[in-house]
C-alpha cells in the first residue's frame, strides 16, 4: 500500500513559478513510476508529467519547457517545478503511483487527494 499527499499548490499569476510536492509512504517508493495529472472544472483528467522508476520522463505537449518532474528516493518525495505558468494550468493537480511506465492514469493503482493550483491572467 502506498499513501500520497501533495502538498505545494496555490494562487499565482501568469508567469510565476510553482513546486509541488508529493510524499510518499512506503519502503518501495523507488520502484514505482510516479505521474502528475490535473483535471480542470469541466474537463477529463489529463497527464500532466510522468517519471519513471530509472529516471526516464514523459511531458505532455502544452507544458514541455515549462514543467520539469524529479524524484528524490530518500525522501519518498516527487516534485513537479512548474514554470512560465498560464492560465490554462489552472487545475487541481493529482500525483499517482504505478508499477510500470504509462501515461494513461488508468493504469495507476494510487493517488494522493490532489492540491489546487490557479493562475490568475
Known amino acids: 500500500q502506498v499513501q500520497l499527499v501533495e502538498s505545494g499548490g496555490g494562487l499565482v499569476q501568469a508567469g510565476d513559478s510553482l513546486r509541488l510536492s508529493c510524499a510518499a509512504s512506503?519502503?518501495?517508493?523507488?520502484?514505482?513510476?510516479m505521474g502528475w495529472f490535473r483535471q480542470a472544472p469541466g474537463k477529463e483528467r489529463e497527464f500532466v508529467a510522468v517519471?519513471?522508476?530509472?529516471?526516464?520522463?514523459y511531458y505532455r505537449d502544452s507544458v514541455k519547457g515549462r514543467f520539469t518532474i524529479s524524484r528524490d528516493n530518500a525522501k519518498n518525495t516527487v516534485y513537479l517545478q512548474m514554470n512560465s505558468m498560464k492560465p490554462e494550468d489552472t487545475a487541481v493537480y493529482y500525483c499517482?503511483?504505478?508499477?510500470?511506465?504509462?501515461?494513461?492514469?488508468?493504469?495507476?493503482?494510487?493517488w494522493g487527494q490532489g492540491t489546487q493550483v490557479t493562475v490568475s491572467s
Open positions: 499517482a503511483a504505478a508499477k510500470g511506465v504509462f501515461i494513461s492514469g488508468s493504469f495507476y493503482d494510487y
Open positions: 512506503g519502503r518501495t517508493f523507488s520502484t514505482y513510476t
Open positions: 517519471i519513471s522508476w530509472n529516471d526516464s520522463t
